[in-house]
Every structure is written in C-alpha cells, then in structure tokens.
C-alpha cells in the first residue's frame, strides 16, 4: 500500500497535509472515514487535528514507530472513475470510496482496476446486456466505453482475432457474487457478434447446459440460494472465420459430501428437489418419491424451500434441456432412477447387532426400492452395506463392521453414485457441444470459486484456496509482465517492482514434504488418521516455514498465511475425503445391474473408480486425450488421491492459462443480505483483498501509475504555462513545464508518447492547476463584482435623481390643483343655494295646484258614479227577470222529456224479452233438424241455377235499362228545364216582399251599428294606451331578447370554433395515428422484405458453400432465388434459369451424401421453401387451367366462324404449295442450265460465281429479316383493326369478312367454294389484271410473294413454338410431381430417422442414400443409352446429308458461267423502303436479351453514365425496349425482359453491393423504370401530367401492375442496401466526428485517465472529424443528384442518415461516462447546428431530418442546464420530452464534473427526476435501435422527357438494337 511519506510530491509533507486537506482514517464499521485538517501539519507533530464529515472534532495520533501519515483524498473530480488506476492516490480507502460511489450514487456495477473488471453483484434485474447494448460494444476499443463485461468479451475477440493466440476470461469470487451470470453474459456476446447465424444453436446449447448443470451442481448456502458447488472451465471453440462452431466443459472439485450433509439453512443439490417436486407425474410414479421432507438427504438443512423458485417448473426446464442437448427419454428417466434411488439409499437405516458388527432389518422399504430401482438383488446390496472383504497374500476374508463404518460405507457409495452420474452428464454435453470441424482458435471462460473462509474450514476449502494461490500467482505475474511491457515500450528506466509472490506459499501446498505430499503418503499408511497427519505437519513445517502455524488451543489444526487472508483448516476428515474410498463388492453388485445406464456408467471403472476421478479432475477429454490404460494399471490408478488429482487438474488448467491471453473479471458481493444497490464497506473490503484488486493497485502505485500522452498533458494544464514556454514542439514544451512544476526527477519519466507520474503527482499538478484557476476566478470575481456594484451605484443615483424630479413636480400641481378647487367650490355653493329655494318653491306652487285638481276631479267622478249606479241596476234587473223565466221553462221541458224516455224504455225491454225468447226457439229449431242440411245443400244448387238464370236475365235487364235510361235522361233533362222556368218565376215574386223586409231589417242593424260603433270607438282609444304600453314593454323584451340572442350567438360562434378546433385536433390525431399505422404497416412490410431478401441470400451462399466443398463445377452463371418474386406466372426456364436449376439439383444430390447434421440443421428451412414452392405451383396450375378455360371458350365462340376461313387458309395453302412447286421446278431448271454451261472448277467455294451466288443469298436473308418486321407492323396494324372493327356497326364494318364467312359456310360442295375462292381472288385484286405489270421490274410482286413466304415461316414457327411450350410444360409438371413424391418420401424418412436413436439413426440414413444413389445410377444409366441411340441415329443422318450436299455442290460448281456471273452481278436485288418516324421504341432480337442485359446492367459502369449520360437512361432503354415487346403482343418477350432485367440487378448489386455509387445509380434506374411503366401505364391516375404524344406511347396489349408491385419491392430492397451501405461508411466517423473531436478548441478539458487508455487495442487508424461528416453527406448528396435520384426519396435518405448520426452519437454517450460533461454538451450543440446549417444549405429542412436529432439536442441540453433544485427538475422533466426515463437517469448518474467548479449530481436529484417522470407510458430500453429503417415510399414522378428524343450513345455497344 501506499504510505504517507511516498504520496506526497516534491512538496514537504507539511505544505501537502495543511488546513482543509482532506484525508482517510480507519474506522471499525466503515473500514474508512473521510475527515478534514483542521490545523496544518508540521514536522514532528504526533496527532493531527481534524474534522470528520459529520461535524465531530477528533484528534488522530500517529504511529510512533512508523510515524505515516493517513492516506490522503483524491480531488472530488477525479472520484467516480471508469478505471482505479486513474486515481492520483491510489490505496484501499480511495478504491472502496470510487466504489462505492459508483455503486450506490451512479447504479453503475462494473469498474476496471488496471487489467482487472471488478463486477458488483446489484442483486436487481438491469436493462444492460440487449442486443442493443452488444452491439454497442461490438467493435469499440475497450478504453472508449464504460466498463463492462461485453467490454472484456470483445477485447477477447478482438485480440483473438489480430493477434492469433486463444484468449482466457478468468471469473472468480465468492459465493453469490454473480460468477456464473458474468460467464452466462459473455458466451453470449461471443455468439452474438461472431456473426455466425447459422452456428448460434451451439451457443442455445451452452446455454441450454446451465440449467442441466445448475441443477446438478448447484445448491443454496447460507450465502446464495444458487451457489455452484464446482468450478467449470468452457472453451468456445472458433473456425477461421472466427465463428462459433463448438464448445468443450471441463470441471473441477464437486463438493459431493453435500450429497449426504448439508448444514443448517442449506439443500443438496436442486435435482433431489425438483424430482420430489414432480413426483406427482405419472412418469415419476415408479421413483416411489414423495417430499423433500421425507428423505434424509434432503431434509437435514431444514429449509427444502426458496423463495421464488417453484421446483416442478425447474424441473421441466431442466428435462428440455436434456432433449436440447441429444440425450434421450429413455436416458433421461435412467438418470432419475439413479437420482431417485441415491435418495432411498439415503433412508436406509443400518442398526448395531454387536459392537463390532451391523445389520440391515429385513424387508427394509427404501433399500427394496434402491435395489428395485438400480436392478441388484436385495440380498447382494444389504450383506456388503454390513460387510467388508478383506485379502492377504494367501486368503480372502469377509468382515462384518460396525454400524458407523457401515453408515459412512453407505454415504460414500452414495456420493460415488452421483459422481458418476454428475460424470456422465457432463460428458454428454461436452458430445453435444463438440465442433463438428477442425477449430482454429478458442476463447476460455473459467468460472471458478473465489477465496474461502469460514468459521470451520475442511478439505475443500483448502483445495479451492490452494487454486486460487495458483490463479492469484498467474495473475500476478501477468500484472508484472503488462507493466514491464510498457515501460520498455516506452523506453523509460525500468527498476524492480517489489510485490508479494505467494510461491512460498504455493511450495508449503504442493512441493516434496508439502501439505499434500504428507497427507498423500498419510493415506498410504495402514492406520493413518487426522491425527497423526496432524503432527507430521507440526514437525515438518511449524519451525520452517513462516507461512505455517499452529492453533494455540487446537492440536487437530493447523493455520496457512494464504495471500488473502491467515485460514485456520480442521484436520479432521481430510482423510477421509482425500482417499474417497469406496467399497469394492458394492461396486461389483451395482455393475452387475439390469440397468444398462447404470452399467454404462461404471463400465470405466477399471480406469479410475475414485468418482473425484471425473468430476473433481477436470473435464480434459476434448482438449487433452486421456492415456491408454494398461493392464494391471488399474489399481493405481485406483490409488490416486483427490488430492493428487486436484494437483494434476490444476496443473492443466493453469497450463492453458500460460497459454492463452488472460482478461480478469473479478465479481464482488456489496452485502450479506441481499438488498439491491446496498454497499457493506466489510464485506467488500475483505472480497477485494482476496481477489487480487488492491495487490494490482499496490504495483500500479509501486511504479508509475498516472500515464499522460503528451498532447493531454498539454491540453490539461496549458493554464499552468506562459506564453512564452508553449513551443512548436509538444513534448520539449512538456518537459521544460515539468521541470519547473516538479523539481524532484524521481516523481516522473518522460517515455517515447508518454509522460509517467508516480502516485500523488497528479493530484499535486491538479492542485497547482486548481490554485491557479481559483486566483483567476477570484481576479474575475474582483473586476466584475467592482462592475456590478459601480453600476448598481449609478443605476441607484439616476433613479435618485428622477424620483426628486417627479416629486417636485407631482407637489407644485397639488398646489395648483387646491387653489382652483377652493374657487370653484365657491362657484358651486353660490348656484346651489339659488337652485335650492327656486326648487322649494316650485314645489309648493305644484302642490297647491295638485290639490285644487283632485278635489275638482273627485267631486265630478262622484256625481257620475250615481247617475252610472242607477242606469246598471235598471238594466241588471231586466236580465235577471229574464233569466229566472227561462230556468223554470227549461225545467219543465226536462221532466217531460224524462218521462217520455222512461215509458219508452219500458216498451222496449218488452220487447228484447219477446225477441231472447224467439231466438231460444230458433236454436232448438236448429238441434231438432240436423238434417236439413242435405236439403240446403239441394236447395243452394237450386238457388245457383236460379242465380245464373237471373244473370241472364239481368243482362237482358241492363241492356233494356240502358235504352230505358237514355230516353229518361232526355224527359228529364225537358223537366229540368220546366222546373228552372217555374222557380225563376216564383223568386221573381218572394224578391219584391224579401226586398222590404231586408230594407226594414237594415234600418234596424243601422241603428245598433252606430251605438256598436261609439262603443268601439271608446274601446279602440283604451285599447290603442294598452297596445302602446305593450309595444314599449315588448320593445324592451326585444331589445332584451336581441342581447341574449347576440350572447348566444357569440357563444354557439365560440362553441363551433371550438368544437372546429376539436374536430381538426381529432382529425389531425386520427390522421396522424393512421399515418404511424400504415408507416408502422409498410415498416412491417419492408422488414419482410429484408428478411426475405436475407434468407434468400443465405440459401444462396449456402448453396455455393456445398457446392465449393464438394469441388461441383459452375455450369454457367448461378441464378439467385430471389427471381420467384410475387408473380406467380413468371414460369420463364431460359438457359441460364436451366443451368443454375440443374446445377443446384446436382448440388442437392452432393449434399444428401454429406453429414446428416447439415440436414437437420436446414430442415427448418427447407420446410419453409417446399410450402412456397407448393404455394407458387398450386399458383401456376390456376393460371394454368384459366388460361386453358378461356383458350377453350375462345375456341368455341371462334370454331364456327373460324371453319369458312380454315377452309379459305386451304385453298390459299394449296395455291402457295403449287406457287412452291413451279419456283421449285424452276431452281431446278436453273441448276441443271448451270450443269450444263460451266466446268468443275466454277462452282468452287472460292470461285466468283460461288461468291455472287453467296452474296445474292445473304441479299435475300436481310430481305427476309425486313419483311418479317414488316409483318409483325402488319400484324400488329391488323389485330389493332379486328378489335376496332368488332365494336362498330354490323352492317357498316362486318359486310365483308361476314358475308364471305356466311357464304363460304352455306356452300355445300368444294366446287362452289373453289369457284369463290377465285372470285374473291378476282376481286381483290387491283384494276390491273396482272401483278407482273404494276411496274417494270415487278417488286410489287417480290414483296407479295415474300410477305406469304413469311407468312407461312411465322406461322410455322408460331405453331412449333407453341407445341414445344405445350410439351415443356407437360415434363414440367412430370418433374413437379416427381419432387413433389420425393420431398414427401424424404420427409417420410426423416421423421422416421429422427425417431431412432443416434446409432440407428446414422445408419438408417446411410442405407436410404446408398439406396437413393442406386435408384439414380439406373436412371442414369437408362438416359445414357437413350442417348447413345440418338448419336448414333444422327451420325446416319449426317452422313446422308453429307453426302448429299457434296453431290449438290459438285453439281452447282459444274453449272455457274462466267457470262451468268457477271449478269448476276450487275442485276442488284435491294428494295427501297421509305423512312418512318421514330416511335419511342427499341426493337432487339430474343437471342440478344443476354447480350441487352449484359451491356446494360452487368457490365455497365455508373461512374461514366452519371458524368455523361442523361440520369435513368438505362431505365428508359430498357422500357423503350418492354414496349416493342408489348407492340408486337409478344408476352414471352415482355415476361423474359423483366425477368431477365430484375434477376440481372440483383445480380450485380450481390457482387457490388458494398459500392455506394452502384446501389445509388441501379435505386434511380428502377425507380424510373417503375415511374416509366406507371407514367405509360395507360391509368388515367398516373396520365395527368403526359403529353399527347406520350399517351399515344402508353402499353397498349399487357398489364404490368403485378411487375410494378414486384420492382416496388426490388425498389425497397435496393433502398435498404443503400442505407446499410451508408451506414457502413458513416459509422466509423460518427463517434470520432461527433463526440471525441473538439471542433471548439479549447472547450473540453482532458481528465486523467487509468491503465484503459483510448485506443488501447488497435493503431490509431486516424480521426474523423465533423468535417469529414460533413464531406461525407455532401458527396452521398452529389451522387443521387448526378444519378438523377428522386428528390422525395433524397429527403428520406438523409433522414435515414441524420437517424442514424443521432442514435449512433446519443448510444455512445449513454455508455461513456468521460463525455458526458457540460463541456462535452457545448460540443455536440455546435456539432448539431452545423448539421442543420449543412441541410438549410441542401434545401433539406422540411425532410424531417432535424426532428430525429431531437433526442440528441435534448441531452446535449440536459448536460448543460443547471441540476439543483425541484425547479430544474420540472424544467428537465418538461424539455427532455424525446428521452426516455432511462435515458435522463443514465446521463444524471454520468455526468462528471471535467473542473473542480463544476458540482455533481446529488442522489436525491435523481430521484426526484424519477419520482416525476414514473408515470410516463415508455419502453424501457436504454439504446436508440441504430437498425431502425424507416418505411420508405416512391412518390409517383413523371418524366418530361421524350422518348423519341432519346439516343443511345455508342459507348453502351447497343448496336444491335433497332429504333422503330
């Protein structure tokens, strides 16, 4: 450790110990206390006064012998470090404080000290060990990110794989500190980043192999409830691609006397209680078990029960396991058995029969069971558990032995049992792990008990701390080693480091004499015991050995001074256990057993039969091979000790250890208890001690531990520099600093890019740095507080000055104010008074007139109210008279009504009596004569005919009516007229007296109309004052109504506005929540299509591996299965498609003859591809049988019509065949005349007339080629008016094909159809009678005959065609159906196969390929001969012809002239033909399909088409050619160009993928050539922005919405590897560029750092800085732009980019404490806005680029606002709206002050933080996902270009297409 006098610095201890220095005292609870110096420290003082944190003065006394001084405290900036080393002060208090701070405060578990990760068991679930967190650290230098245990894995890997030697990852500590969990992690990145998907079963299995081995190994303890009673080495093995390919477990020391005892609070192993827990299963019947309570074995610890664990579901993990791992059912309940049986065996109560003999009772239950169970006899197993053998030299004799013998005879058996059970599992699993090919390299993972020591310590506990002396001695030297290494490096005097070296301790275990040796030979000894052992070890070692004492009150024990701590071992039983013997004969009874697995397992046991022998020796089978054993070997063998075994183990495991690069994690248990993030200070102090944590410091502090490259040191302290001393040269600078810094040389060395500092250096320069900070804070301080107070001063004497100002003014307008107030108040009082008496009397004068004017008024309404009073009694009088005599007459009337309504209601109920009593008589009437319905019926057909008689007659009766009723309207109509002349006569009279009357009458009513209308008159005048007083009310209500009506109004306005408002945010939410849904959608989708894509790529390569390793040649190019794309009908077997299909079927049949495993590893995945392939089959034969439906029905609707022509096609055939014969006859005639004029010699080949003859040939064949293009116009021209000609009139358009069809098909002999034949040969031709003459040469004539000779080619060739397509597709679905039998046979028999065992197995699969190969040679064979028939039957042919055309040849030769030859020459045979106009189309020939694509996408260069080409050229030359092919209704050629084209870009952005500019340029091609075929589609969506002419280019025969969907989805796919491509290229500069660089130079200041340096692992391979970025995005840009990319889709590339820069930056800074500053927040802020200067720059603003920084602005933000108080909170909480909770904790708890000034987060600010964000909604995961793509889309973007504009330029080597 670091003493007082060696950490203080070239200062005197009495200027480092001053006032206010802090420093660390020892204390009994907290080990350490923190205290401050109260008085300076001067030389020669004894006590120091000091004050400790919580206020309390004490006075510490120094060491009167040693006079050291406490430790001091490092600076609170350097506390919380990634890495110990980093401390200035390095001893144990400053290790525990950094600790612990990081444990309790920040929540972080994992710490390096130098070479060393500490781990901290948080006893809590964190979010630290997603794939997102692997990924994180995949690839990163260990020294760039916080600790972690990823962090030792990929330094492993990373070294494993740059410097080709195996790496080791030593885990230890005690009990419970999380060992197993910290090894679990590991293997786990190993398989996750060594990229070998197919391989990552073999990590499942590693996996799969912890609960089998936890449940064997593992029991709970007073200190852990899943402690691994055995330590356990895995080697994960590597190929040379450094993939996972297998795994190999070795184990060590199994604590077996568990099996038979177990302490208070403790269980055996969890099997015994997960098969007491599954008893109940009906597998488990036959165990005969029952609880854990009932056995002995497991009761005695008397808690069978933990917390949380449900033993039957542990159970049924552990029995999946075991299938995961190969081993079968059948094995699986063995095993229990054995299991099952150890636990009667257990119950087996042995009792004394004398002193010195024992017996078993008979019929013993447990024992029936045992024997039951393990298949012995009951007899055997119960005489030798009371017996012994025992063999002289002459006899053998048997001995009985006491009951305790007899019980310890039985536990050791017992325990011998479950070794080899514990053996043989272990075996298995090591089988199942096994590398199926050679390994390369491995990576060791040990996990292996830490330091032990307890208050009774036996035999394991002196062989687990024997191992850890030798780790701890490994470890050391590797320390000594690392730090030697880097001093030479650097080249700085290197001087002996002195550290403790336990080799003596090592030699007292294990040397000649050692504690090992003496109990070896001990065990040798006929009657050896603990005893006598004990006094060896007094008499050999007590006086020699320092190490070795004795107990003073204990003669059976003895103490060794181990590194870690003095251990006091109990001598007795170490024997016992070290000889581990067991009884010979019960181990015959047990292999004479029925079980075969029992027997299995101790058929070895003439080997080893020490069960120690397997399981406490190590599992060395797969790396080391065991010794052939030799006979008469075994009983020494059987000799060997677990001791000796032990040794040897341990000497193997630290042999490959020295072999491999060591990486130390070192797992550390915080407390007793269990209590998450709770640090017991004792308990971690002792651990660290024991681990070797605090001996690493004590080298690191013994040489030079602070470590500086010369640029941080100047970076950090500049401001303890002049101007004047900053030089060019860095490290001159550095030095000349130094030495005037420090003025001892002793405390620093200057190394080749370092500067080292011995311990305390640093602290003493951050103190000189922080003084010198502190004086010009305090300058600053000074010059601005003087600013402020003078300027508060001048702010205070100006308000001064304008307040007297204002004052003064306010009180001379007070006084203004009262002076014109007094004089007017006089004013006032003067019109008062007046106004007062001229009002009084008014008043009276009013009054008096008011009271004359009632008086007056209520005498003369007197005088009227008697006069009225009179007039109203007289006139109520007269009614009332009247009235009185009407009520007596109305009463009369009444009476006599009632009396007439009385008598008449008598009479008529006399009545209804007479009525009741005559319907009585009728029913009776009707019950006596039933019968009378005979007579009714006969009597209704009387009244039937009667009523049809009277029908008769009253028709007779109308027909007279109506006669009789038209006279009558006449007679009527002359009466009527009479009548109107009499009445007229008889009103004239009434008229003259009605007149008089009426007049007398009117008189009358004008008498009562006039006192009617004076009474009206007075109540229209009262009426009118009411009406007017409503109207004035009713205005008032109006107006009242108005206001309330306005209110409402304005409020039914608001509510509409607000409901508008509502509605639009719901509108808007419901939208943007679609949006995300279908984003979410088409995300969904394209990760389908990426995963499609990638197991597409897989089966490829997979594929192409078998292919390479059964050396199968290429047969042409390879075709990737990606061509099967969503159209189901592309059924295009070009000769490509053929070979890449036969090739793989070849493949296949290779790979059915290799290892079966392959098989089953792909089983899954050939599943996957029979169901699609089944799925496309079942789709083509639909289309299939459509199309076959709708060529049936259109042949049925055309046979009728198609008859008349088919006979029309014959006669015109028969005509061309006699035209045939006569041009025959005439080539004929021309041969012979050619015989007959010329010798042999003319008809040579190399003669004129044979080259005129060839030239004129050659003439005609492009003659032929131009006429067939002809054609197919024609044809074209002719289909196009057959459709229109179908939709026009019949009469108008049809006459003459239908007539001529009529006609021909009523003629009914062939005479009349020839004769009509040649009249309508007559008639269609022209006026001219004959063709010959049309014109002098007669070419009309040529072309004719031409045209019908192609006709009849083209149609021929159409024909055979269709009838090879017929036959391809009939030996198709032969082929189809064939597979389709062998892939269900093959799954037969796989699902047969994997139902036997693996002996079996293996060979069921070797008799169906041997049979499987035969069947195909027979096949073969059968085709061969089928061949050979064929070769041999065209040789005959060849030679026939052969010869023939030797003879024509001879014959031609003889026949040519010279005179002929020149004639010929001289006659030129070319037709002229007019010029077209360019259509927009590319015409090529189907053999020049390979030769398009090969140009145009294989091997065409982007770089030269970007620079000088139009961007999408390609895409256009590829559609110009789709729509000749669609011109011409060629389907075959349109399906085989988009195949061709699809396959052909997938091809080469397979070989090129990782080309930016490859993938950029083929993502704008087909984008515009999906633009292309929906702008020409002929859609009237996609036709909005065309010109006509473009209309008139759209495709006019195929819809192509199926092949725009599959090159949408190639679009994406594309996308996708367009952003990997990016993402590979922007990755390595993001962090550099965005988080390490300084673009602000100055701002981040350089903390120290520890032993983990930046870059420790790898060269530096250059920084990237955010220019680079910058530079980076710009040429991405320049490149789409030049491809002529979309701009939408340019938008989504870069928001694509800016994600990734943001989630890659914020991940990097959640998992590195060192940037996470207020300085470092400052940095990314800048970073970040010169990002979103470069997108303003684009136009790029509105692409949502800058939204997805958003997360990372936001913690650059929190870095930097102040963290104090609950205000700060709530404005974290309200601003960090983009980060998760996680995410804000994680940068609070790693905030690190960078300055002394700067303040840490408090705890309890954290937790307010949490406190108010625990109700937000969020995920819990810390890491932005950087795989996240977001959906992309391709808007539809028409082009304005012109196809018939476009050229091609010849650099392409297009030549062979043709523009029409």
Known sequence: MEKGHDSSSSMAASELYTKFARVWIPDAEEVWKSAELTKNYKHGDKLLHLTLED???????????????????????????????????????????????????????????????????????????????INAYSGQNMGDMDPHIFAVAEEAYKQMARDERNQSIIVSGESGAGKTVSAKYAMRYFATVSGAATEANVEEKVLASNPIMEAIGNAKTTRNDNSSRFGKYIEIGFDKRYRIIGANMRTYLLEKSRVVFQADEERNYHIFYQLCASSHLPEFKNLKLGGADDFHCTNQGGSPVIDGVDDSKEMSTTRNAFSLLGINEQNQMGLFQVLAAILHLGNVEIKDRDSDSSAIPPNNRHLQVFCELMGVTYQDMSHWLCHKKLKTAQETYIKPIPRMQASNARDALAKHIYAKVFSW??????????????????????????????????????????????????????????????????????TLIDFYDNQPCINL?????????????????????????????????????????????????FIIQHFADKVEYQCEGFLEKNKDTVNEEQINVLKASKLDLLVELFQDEEKATSPTGTTTGGRTRLSVKPKEVRPGASSKEHKKTVGCQFRNSLAMLMETLNATTPHYVRCIKPNDLKFPFTFDPKRAVQQLRACGVLETIRISAAGFPSRWTYQEFFSRYRVLMKQKDVLSDRRLTCRNVLEKLVQDQDKYQFGKTKIFFRAGQVAYLEKLRADKLRQACVRIQKTIRCWLVRKKYLRKKHAAMTIQRYTRGHQARCLVKFMRRTRAAIVIQKFQRMYVQRKLYRQKQAAALVMQTILRAYMARQKYQGLLRNHKAVFIQKHVRGWLARQRYKRSLRAIVYLQCCIRRMKAKKELKKLKIEARSVEHFKKLNVGMENKIMQLQR?????????????????????????????????????????????????????????????????????????????????????????????????????????????????????????????????????????????????????EHLRLEERYDDLKEEITLSVNVPKAGHR???????????????????????????????????????????????VTELEQEKSSLRNELENREEQFQRARARDDEEHRKSRGAELEYESLKRQELDSENKKLKHDLTAMRQSLLGNAGAEAGAPGSAPYKVLVDQLNTLCEELEVRKEEVLILRSQLVSQKEAMQHKDEKETMTEPLHYAEDVHNMKDSGAITQAYLSLKETNRSPTADFHRLNEDGELWLVYEGLKETNRLLEGQMQQQRRSYDNDVEVLRGELQSLKEENNRQQQLLAQNLQLPPEARIEASLQHEITRLTNENLDLMEQLEKQDKTIRKLKKQLKVFSKKIGEMGAGQGESVSPGQMVEETVRPVNIPRREKDFQGMLEYKQEDELKLVKNLILELKPRGVAVNLIPGLPAYILFMCLRHADYVNDDQKVRTLLTSTINSIKKILKKRGDDFETVSFWLSNTCRFLHCLKQYSGDESFMKHNTPKQNEHCLSNFDLAEYRQVLSDLAIQIYQQLIKCMENILQPMIVSGMLEHETIQGVSGVKPTGLRKRTSSIADEGTYTLESILRQLSAFHSTMCQHGTDPELIKQVVKQQFYIIGAVTLNNLLLRKDMCSWSKGMQIRYNVSQLEEWLRDKSLMMCGAKETLEPLIQAAQLLQVKKKTDEDAEAICSLCNCLSTAQIVKVLNLYTPVNEFEERVSVAFIRTIQTRLRDRCETPQLLMDTKVIYPVTFPFNPSSLALESIQIPGSLNLGFLTRV
């Open 942 to 1090: 009387k009244i039937d005919e009667q009523t049809k008689d009277n029908r008769l007659i009253s028709e007779r009766l109308n027909g007279l009516e109506t006669s009789h009723a038209l006279e009558s309207e006449k007679l009527k109509i002359e009466v009527s007229k009479l009548k109107g002349i009499e009445e007229e006569a008889k009103n004239n009279a009434n008229r003259v007296t009605s007149l008089l009357e009426e007049l007398e009458r009117l008189r009358k009513d004008l008498t009562t109309t006039q006192k009617e209308k004076k009474t009206i008159e007075d109540w229209a005048t009262k009426y009118r004052d009411e009406m007017e007083q409503m109207v004035a009310e009713l205005k008032e209500e109006n107006g009242l109504l108005k206001t309330e009506k306005n209110d409402l109004n304005r409020m039914i306005k608001e509510q509409s506005q607000q409901m508008t408002e509502k509605m639009a945010r719901a509108l808007a939410e419901e939208t943007h929540q679609l949006e995300s849904d279908l984003n979410e959608e088409r995300s969904r989708y394209q990760n389908l299509l990426t």
């Open 509 to 557: 275990i294990e040397a000649k004499m050692g504690v090992l040796d003496l109990l070896d030979e001990e065990c040798k000894m006929p009657k050896g015991s603990d005893d006598s052992w004990a006094q060896k070890l007094y008499n050999t070692h007590l006086k020699t050995c320092t190490l070795f004492e004795k107990p003073r009150m204990s003669n059976k024990a």
């Open 1119 to 1165: 075709r990737t299965d990606s061509t099967h794309s969503s159209n189901g009908s592309e059924c295009t077997y070009n000769s490509e498609f053929a070979e890449s299909e036969e090739s793989s079927r070849h493949g296949e049949d290779v790979t059915r003859g290799m290892d079966t495993s392959l098989t089953l590893k792909l089983q899954k995945r």
């Open 425 to 494: 599992i272990v075996d298995h699993v090591n089988q199942s792990l096994r590398a199926s090919v050679k390994q390369h390299s491995f990576i060791g993972v040990l996990d292996i008990y830490g330091f032990e020591t307890f208050e009774v310590n036996s035999f394991e506990q002196f062989c687990i701390n024997y191992a850890n002396e030798k780790l701890q001695q490994q470890f050391n030297m590797h320390v000594f080693k690392l730090e030697q290494e880097e001093y030479l490096k650097e080249q700085i005097p290197w």
């Open 55 to 133: 206020g309390t003065n004490i006075e510490y006394n120094l060491d009167e012998k040693t006079k050291n001084l406490p430790h001091l405290r490092n600076p609170d900036i350097l506390v919380g470090e990634n890495d110990l080393t980093a401390l200035s002060y390095l001893h144990e208090p400053a290790v525990l404080h950094n600790l612990k701070v990081r444990f309790t405060d920040s929540k972080l578990i994992y710490t390096y000290c130098g070479i060393v990760l500490v781990a901290i068991n948080p006893y809590e679930n964190l979010p630290i060990y997603g794939s997102d967190i």
